[in-house]
């Protein structure tokens, strides 16, 4: 019988460190069909392409070439490992394009913060925006002064680290929503040093996270972090491709402007489109058809059979992530459906007196909670709750609190399970001054050698200022949150960021980023009871530096697929750290200023919203002020700090099953994903995951096995451009009509667009 710790979530795993060097061989040669060891000039790099391009259709023999049995052979059958060392990275035209796009995004990120709606930015947006920029500047001239500016043909190394400088600012840090909610409810304001040391301390601990664990969770093949490979694949594209003969380049920019056209139907003329649902078209009237069958609109319904021809909701995820992942994630959205219509019409913890789906507190009579008159000082006041009496969750809304912490538990038996043989070199060979002794044989990585590598002391030293950073910042700042309270946090917070990192590099789960606020809110309100100040300071150093610290090790996978010199990439994340912090601060202060009647009104204005404060708010003061009171042993929602021991052992029975049957796939049933994705669709709009799921299926399963060598060559570069040309067209629409630089313009109301019904014609929730 095979030992557990060879298998992953449908991943091999090895047994040593020359089992890496072993199993890597096969990878090799996949590999060497695209680039060679010796071939490094222009001339070269275009006889491949064109080899590449203009294979004919092989027979069914040659075509297990391109078949990709395992999900990590995309790293070197969709990806080149071709570099060109000689190319410049940090050029003047790298920082000119990387500080301007930084501040565009991180100015418009702050932007978006505060609109009633509210958006990301997006980096596949940026990506293209700069290549265009970067095109144009190579066109000035290159003699003399000018080769200052311009070294050359834009290149991309340039590029990569434009990217991810950009994007790394193009982002409103968690630690904004803190410091605008002390400024907005509290009336602290922090002074400008303070704030932007917060922002910038806060980051950084999840970088010095990422520089520890990088061994394991970046160099190895089998990391190869999915949602990279699009991205990936579009730069190589657009750098190493002809562009005037390359069929992947032609299909990018066909698919691209197919999608820029075509979004602004579902998105301003034809919102019907955004969820097509039958039930609902038959029956307006019915509240039971809108909570499973409706879900066009924001915390409307399950949406059950609904279909969903809007790009900007679906995504391309279907498309990149790995086959077993989408299936984990459909049981779980299986279990969604039975689990919410169960505990809803069911009336557990009375949930017919409270919306289907909410994320507000309500008191016993169905009423929002007045939150605000629980505290004296900031604080919870038992005399002032004795008037109020008990808050309440919708039904819904508990039950994602529950299965959030089932699949956080069964995380740690998961991980340590499957992965344990990954792990164990790893630790043994922690040794911070020479991160070499992890040898790791990967067909990116032997390339990467070239360049010099970040010293583990550098990462040491990065923490450890961040650490007195964040101790320093929490006490000047007033939190509240003890500095024992705080160490305890990032102990945690490092060592979720190992759990979750790996279940995000090996098969691109990475939903527990946006999903631990709650879990570090439940932590914080045991460590330091009712004190909603310091439980929003307690879920900003938990679960900010975790999300940063897989945003930093995944720029580390696409500056390895890139050939990005380490150290470059260090820097990008450094400087985009810094500009987007103070920018953010900068912005934050002007739109406070300017609009804080706004801000504090509930609806807002057309223009600006205070509502993500306000929501961060409501979470700060229920899980700080009501949390020993909603969640303690006499509490209503008692189950949910429990989950999280029950959830250690829900593994056990698919454990014992692979035990007993090793061949029959029970490895490849992940129960935290399953778990977290069993009560997903309690928020937000919900008529896309149909349309998701039959898209994945199609493509990581039929295309892939019928026809692995048109996967392999378009399946990512297809993914990027559906995503490419809807970002761009969704910022084009959300400026000139939606309303986010002034007056919004609606398409006239037609039968298509009934500005006086839901989008897909479901009976409108309740307020």
């Not at 980051?203 to 160099?219: E, F, K, S, T």
Request: aromatic share 16%; charged share 10%; proline share 5%.
């Amino acid at each position: 019988m095979a030992d557990p710790a060879t298998k992953t979530t449908g991943f091999s795993s090895e047994d040593s460190k020359q089992d890496w060097l072993q199993s890597s061989v096969e990878l090799e040669k996949a590999a060497a069909s695209h680039a060679t060891e010796s071939e490094t000039d222009d001339a070269q790099m275009a006889r491949e392409v064109e080899e590449f391009e203009d294979r004919p259709q092989r027979n069914e023999a040659a075509e297990e070439e391109y078949l990709v049995q395992e999900a990590y052979e995309v790293a070197v059958k969709v990806l080149s490992t071709h570099d060109e060392p000689e190319l410049q990275a940090l050029t003047f035209r790298t920082f000119f394009l990387g500080l301007g796009f930084s501040a565009f995004g991180a100015v418009l990120a702050q932007i978006y913060y505060f609109k009633p709606q509210t958006l990301g930015v997006s980096s596949l947006f940026l990506l293209i925006l700069s290549y265009w920029f970067g095109n144009l500047m190579a066109l000035l001239p290159s003699k003399g002064i000018w080769r200052f500016v311009n070294p050359g043909p834009f290149n991309l190394k340039e590029h990569v680290a434009i990217i991810i400088m950009s994007s790394t600012a193009a982002t409103s840090a968690t630690a904004i929503q803190v410091i605008s909610v002390q400024d907005l409810y509290y009336n602290n304001t922090l002074n400008p040093g303070l704030a932007i040391f917060t922002l910038i301390g806060s980051q950084l601990l999840g970088y010095g996270y990422a520089g520890l664990l990088q061994d394991l969770l970046v160099r190895p093949t089998k990391c190869f972090w999915p949602s990279t490979i699009s991205t990936a694949n579009l730069f190589q594209a657009l750098h190493y491709d002809n562009q005037m003969t390359s069929k992947r380049v032609r299909l990018f920019w066909t698919v691209f402007l197919v999608m820029f056209v075509w979004e602004i139907i579902p998105q301003w003329i034809f919102p019907l489109l955004t969820g097509v649902t039958i039930f609902c078209l038959a029956n307006n009237h019915s509240p039971v058809f809108r909570n499973i069958f409706g879900g066009a609109s924001n915390n409307e319904g399950m949406g059950l059979l609904a279909w969903c021809f809007d790009w900007n909701l679906i995504g391309s995820g279907c498309l990149f992530s790995p086959l077993w992942l989408q299936i984990n994630q459909d049981i779980g959205i299986f279990l969604t459906y039975i689990l919410m219509a169960s505990v809803y019409y069911g009336n557990l913890w009375r949930a017919k007196d409270f919306p289907f789906m909410s994320q507000a507190i309500f008191a016993a009579d169905g009423s929002q909670y007045n939150q605000t008159a629980l505290l004296t000082n900031g604080k919870f006041d038992p005399v002032k709750y004795e008037q109020l009496g008990p808050a309440f969750f919708s039904a819904t809304n508990a039950l994602y609190f529950m299965t959030s912490n089932l699949s956080l538990g069964a995380t740690f038996t998961h991980v340590f399970f499957w992965n344990w043989r990954d792990i164990k070199p790893f630790l043994k060979t922690f040794n911070p001054w020479n991160m070499e002794e992890f040898v790791v044989h990967d067909a990116h990585y032997e390339k990467m050698k070239v360049y010099k590598a970040i010293p583990r002391w550098w990462y040491f030293v990065l923490l450890a200022g961040a650490y007195a950073i964040a101790q320093s910042t929490n006490y000047e700042g007033q939190s509240g949150l003890p500095w024992w309270a705080l160490t305890i946090l990032l102990l945690i917070s490092l060592t979720l960021s190992l759990l979750f990192a790996i279940l995000a590099a090996t098969i691109g789960f990475s939903e527990f980023t946006t999903s631990a606020n709650g879990f570090y809110q439940m932590i914080v309100s045991y460590l330091v009871p009712g004190n909603p100040i310091a439980n929003m300071y307690g879920a900003l150093y938990g679960q900010h530096p975790q999300g940063q610290c897989i945003a930093m090790l995944q720029d580390l996978k696409l500056g390895q697929y890139t050939k990005l010199p380490p150290r470059v990439t260090f820097t990008m994340q450094i400087f985009g750290t810094v500009v987007g912090a103070v920018l953010n601060y900068v912005m934050m202060v002007s739109i406070i200023n300017a609009n804080r009647a706004a801000l504090l009104s509930i609806s807002g204005t057309r223009l600006w919203s205070g509502q993500n404060a306000q929501s961060f708010n409501t979470n700060g003061i229920s899980w700080g002020g009501l949390g020993p009171q909603m969640f303690g042993a006499q509490g209503v929602y008692h189950m949910v700090p429990i989950c999280l021991a029950i959830g250690v052992f829900l593994p056990l029975p698919f454990i014992a099953a692979w035990y007993i049957w090793p061949k029959a796939g029970f490895e490849n049933f992940s129960t935290p994903i399953i778990l977290q994705y069993s009560c997903v669709l309690s928020v937000g709009v919900n008529t896309q995951v149909n349309a998701g799921m039959v898209i994945g299926i199609f493509s990581q399963w039929w295309v892939r096995t019928r026809y692995p060598r048109w996967f392999t060559k378009y399946n990512y570069i297809v993914a990027a451009a559906l995503d490419g040309g809807t970002q761009v067209i969704s910022f084009i629409l959300n400026f000139a009509v939606f309303g986010a630089s002034g007056t919004p313009h609606p398409f006239p109301e037609w039968w298509g667009n009934d500005l006086n019904l839901s989008a897909d014609r479901c009976l409108a929730p309740a307020n």
